[in-house]
């Protein structure tokens, strides 16, 4: 047996190093969104490092500036990592946050707070967009799920991270180990090869067969690593035929249509599950919940409570996805999210009538839905959007729908609040499930199963949908004659 270096021929040990660190950035953006919550509590205090509590303006201006930052940087970060490439992308996220950090090491000034928040904006466009395509073109099929789904897992990690070292440690101790993070990844991805797919791209074709040997753990040489880079100039190849102008090609292509149309569906399904909105109606669900003396928790408890729920979530969907497949574990995470979220709508229509139903509910609902949002919908989106797409197409259209998804996040959390008073909360949440349901519908119906395949295999099964669609529309149309 061969030995390429420490490790043996083939080994995908220098792949998973690479993804690692890929998504380290996601691990402090993770952080980064995860210090709002035991931040907030004391900035609003009486014992504010400020001086003077934070106004609620001047936090809710703080809490929505990344959101807000995200939906233009969303089509910035795909550009940057198509014209310069994934690694310099990579860099400039992790810079960003580094950014942040050091202004609220420096300044309690308003403007300097907010401005620091929304610099978290752009690390949040590059951890949903950059991260996982860079994932997907260093990873072999039969592990690319798994990493894939890091990006969620790393997220949460970093979420709970924030809420334990905030309940223990100062205010300045958080800020320094933040920024230890961003500035930790500069350092050790420069040694890193960007991705084989952009280095072929830019005609870097050496480079790019040295990268792809790197992460194959295999010579230069090897037949194996000659046939990888040929099959990604093939795929490159046949996108010079289509229109440089991505619009026109996506809409005049009805593979890349339908395509673009899942990617589409998954991702806004996701962000309307009902899991934003869940987890800032959280601190009113549990107490309500504790109300009759059961589980009393404090707020940052609470954030504790969900942040280890998303983990142990999104390391099922890490284990299991390439075992499972996309399609069956997207379409039980929205099954059962979309009971959870019509059970939980039951509950406080039960509330609003003075019928007494269990206490312990809503936190069981609770639980359910932020567990199969982190398992199923948010890793598994995110992984088929960059399964479906060729190296041409994956930048901007993980750019469009993170987009999409950003504006959907603001305005979900601009006005869950005011149309939950207005209509019922029981509304809002039934609303949730019923779109959590019918996402299952269109997983069983429409989505192919992406598993270990190559997108030539995909796209005959989306040209296999299209032209069933077609013969039952001729059908009907013949029947409507008569």
């Not at 390429?4 to 792949?15: A, I, K, P």
């Not at 090869?193 to 992460?215: H, I, Q």
């Not at 197409?393 to 469009?400: F, K, N, T």
């Not at 869950?416 to 996402?439: D, E, R, Y």
Request: charged residues 15%.
């Amino acid at each position: 047996m061969k030995f390429y270096g420490f490790f043996r021929e083939g080994s995908q040990v220098n792949q998973v190093i690479c993804a690692l660190l890929i998504n380290l950035p996601v691990l402090a953006y993770g952080a980064s969104i995860g210090w709002m919550s035991p931040m907030t509590l004391l900035l609003q205090s009486d014992h504010s490092p400020k001086g003077l509590p934070l106004t609620d303006a001047e936090v809710s201006f703080m809490a929505s500036a990344p959101y807000l930052v995200c939906i233009v940087f969303d089509l910035v970060m795909a550009y940057i990592g198509d014209r310069v490439g994934r690694k310099f992308a990579l860099l400039f996220l992790s810079m960003a946050l580094a950014t942040s950090w050091i202004i609220l090491l420096c300044s309690f000034e308003t403007w300097a707070l907010i401005f620091a928040r929304a610099l978290v904006g752009v690390t949040m466009a590059g951890c949903f967009v950059t991260c996982p395509i860079y994932t997907k073109e260093i990873s072999d099929d039969t592990i690319r799920g798994a990493l894939g789904c890091l990006v969620v897992l790393f997220q949460t990690t970093g979420n709970l991270f924030l809420y334990i070292i905030g309940d223990l440690l100062s205010y300045r101790t958080i800020l320094w180990i933040c920024l230890s993070l961003p500035t930790i990844h500069m350092i050790v991805f420069v040694f890193m090869p960007d991705s084989p797919s952009y280095l072929v791209k830019k005609g870097r074709t050496e480079e790019a067969t040295k990268a792809l040997a790197w992460l194959r753990c295999r010579s230069v040489t090897d037949m194996k690593v000659q046939e990888e880079i040929e099959l990604i100039m093939k795929e490159q190849n046949k996108d010079k035929t289509t229109s440089s102008f991505f619009l026109k090609s996506i809409f005049t292509d009805q593979i890349l249509l339908k395509a673009f149309q899942i990617a589409l569906v998954v991702t806004l399904a996701r962000e309307v599950c009902g899991a934003i909105p869940v987890l800032n109606f959280a601190g009113e669900i549990f107490t309500l919940a504790s109300k009759d003396g059961g589980l009393v928790l404090s707020p940052n408890q609470q954030a504790m409570l969900l942040g280890a729920v998303q983990v142990i979530g999104s390391i099922l969907a890490s284990s299991v996805v390439e075992r499972s497949g996309r399609k069956p574990l997207l379409f039980l995470t929205s099954l059962v999210s979309g009971l959870s979220m019509c059970l939980l709508g039951s509950w406080f229509l039960l509330r609003d009538y003075d019928i007494q139903a269990p206490s312990w509910l809503p936190l069981l609902t609770l639980c359910i839905c932020i567990f199969c949002d982190a398992s199923g919908l948010q890793p598994i989106s995110i992984v088929l959007t960059g399964e479906i797409f060729s190296y041409k197409y994956r930048g901007i259209v993980m750019g469009v729908t993170m987009a999409m998804a950003s504006v959907s996040d603001f305005l979900q959390l601009l006005f869950f609040k005011p149309l939950a008073k207005a209509v019922g909360i029981h509304v809002s949440f039934f609303f949730f499930g019923f779109v959590c349901l019918l996402t299952a519908v269109y997983v069983i119906l429409v989505i192919p199963e992406t598993k270990a395949r190559c997108l030539e295999d995909i796209y005959k099964d989306l040209k296999k949908n299209k032209t069933n669609e077609g013969k039952e529309a001729t059908e009907v149309k013949e029947i409507t004659r008569f």
